[in-house]
């Protein structure tokens, strides 16, 4: 199930179609070279690795990010290359339609809200794919419309599996695929409590 997507470690996910996307890769396991888009959720280093980009990167990728991100590539991509986010964008470059949308924290100092950064909606073959990126479960995303979500379980930095498992169901999506665990944060515990709490005919798909 969901073949045509990969996640590498916490949040570092590719989805292979007409087009070949990356949200925030890292810890890429060999040089690629074959990225169509690279998106970026915020400045944190599990989520933007230069070292990364660099193995995944090719010469005509396109680069989409949050400003402060797009301040540190200048001298990796070209100025046509790159779009800087924030939430609440929609864009469409080279038929894939992509929709910002608000990811921070309610009460926790580690992704404020004034920080612009993102997830992603994206529309690609058919299929509408949503990133939560590092965030907490927000009112304002319960009624994002998406056939997979990638929600973040791992607690500390992003929501619980406890908080996670509620605004999954909310969103209420074909499938869900839990990251942003096991590795600086969370278990497969998380992972465990997080899908016995799900809808039932919500599918989950694990990648990591």
Known sequence: MLENVEVFTQSSICIHGNKKVYF???QVPKDFHDADFILITHAHY????????LKVKKDDTVFVAPMDVIEKVQTIF???QMYAV?????LEIENLSIHTVPAYNVAKPYHPQAASWVGYVIRLDGVTYYDAGDTDALKENE?????????????????????ASQ???CLHPKMVVPIHYGSIVGSKEDEVHFLKQLDSDIVSVIKL
């Open 24 to 26: 925030d890769p890292y």
């Open 46 to 53: 599990d989520h933007f690795s230069v070292e990364d980009i």
């Open 78 to 80: 070209s100025s046509n």
């Open 143 to 163: 009624s994002i419309s998406c056939d997979v979500a990638f929600v973040p379980i791992g607690g500390t930095f992003t929501m619980d599996w406890k908080e």
């Open 86 to 90: 924030e939430p609440n964008q929609t």
């Open 167 to 169: 605004f999954v169901n």
